[in-house]
């Protein structure tokens, strides 16, 4: 979110009340202006008006992908005694009516791929929204489960330098002590990358 100035009227999402041109706001994209002083700080709060603005477009897009779907299906069960009828579909030759008939046929189809392309958008907007600090919430989550696991001594996959035994534990990251033909090295790891490997005698 971000402070601008109104450009043009609108509402404050969260108390109503009308922004004036001119006037200082916060904006974000696809949420909408808020008052300076009703601008959400909190990571949940933030996360709530994100999440009412994309139910509100997903259903939009429901909206559209049922009246596609539903005029598709239309279509495409029309004149059903002709579509039964072996003769008019297979009789060679150019036949206006069923060409008219196939090309609708096919606009249907067509409709009914968009209308599922538009559901799935739909569904992915009814996911939860990113905020900032997920993504480290989410590494802190691994750090913590290694921290509880791994302990000085342990031969650990650090992924990209491949196998190695930690030789010491900080807050967030590992030293670790690899050996090859050539020597042997140490590395500074996060401990969210590690991951457990058969012990080494």
Same mark, same amino acid.
């Given at each position: 979110?971000? +402070?601008?100035?109104?450009?043009?009227?609108?509402?404050? =999402?969260?108390?109503? *009340?009308?922004?004036?041109?001119?006037?200082?706001?916060?904006?974000?994209?696809?949420?909408?202006?808020?008052? +300076?002083?009703?601008?959400?700080? @909190?990571? @949940?709060?933030? =996360?709530?008006?994100?999440?009412?603005?994309?139910?509100? #477009?997903?259903?939009?897009?429901?909206?559209?992908?049922?009246?596609?779907?539903?005029?598709? #299906?239309?279509?495409?069960?029309?004149?059903?005694?002709?579509?039964?009828?072996?003769?008019?579909?297979?009789? +060679?030759?150019?036949?206006?009516?069923?060409?008219?008939?196939?090309?609708?046929?096919?606009?249907?189809?067509?409709?009914?791929?968009?209308?599922?392309?538009?559901?799935?958008?739909?569904?992915?907007?009814?996911?939860? +929204?990113?905020?900032?600090?997920?993504?480290?919430?989410?590494?802190?989550?691994? =750090?913590?489960?290694?921290?509880?696991?791994?302990? *000085?001594? @342990? *031969?650990?996959?650090?992924?990209?330098?491949?196998?190695? #035994?930690?030789? #010491?534990?900080?807050?967030?990251?590992?030293?670790?002590?690899?050996?090859?033909?050539?020597?042997?090295?140490?590395?500074?790891?996060?401990?969210?990358?590690?991951?457990?490997?058969?012990?080494?005698?």
């Amino acid at each position: 979110m971000r +402070p601008i100035t109104v450009k043009y009227q609108g509402k404050c =999402r969260k108390c109503g *009340v009308t922004l004036a041109v001119g006037e200082q706001a916060i904006y974000e994209r696809y949420v909408g202006l808020f008052c +300076p002083a009703c601008e959400p700080k @909190d990571t @949940d709060e933030i =996360r709530h008006y994100r999440q009412e603005a994309r139910d509100e #477009k997903a259903e939009r897009y429901e909206d559209w992908a049922a009246k596609r779907r539903e005029k598709a #299906k239309a279509q495409l069960n029309s004149y059903p005694q002709i579509r039964r009828d072996i003769a008019f579909i297979t009789q +060679p030759g150019h036949i206006p009516f069923r060409n008219r008939m196939n090309r609708a046929d096919n606009r249907a189809f067509e409709s009914l791929s968009i209308a599922r392309s538009m559901e799935d958008k739909a569904e992915r907007l009814h996911s939860k +929204p990113a905020v900032k600090g997920d993504a480290e919430k989410r590494w802190q989550g691994l =750090r913590d489960l290694n921290l509880s696991r791994f302990k *000085v001594g @342990d *031969v650990v996959n650090t992924g990209i330098y491949g196998t190695g #035994k930690i030789q #010491k534990i900080n807050k967030k990251s590992v030293i670790i002590e690899h050996s090859n033909n050539a020597g042997t090295f140490k590395t500074k790891v996060d401990i969210a990358f590690l991951s457990p490997v058969s012990q080494v005698s």
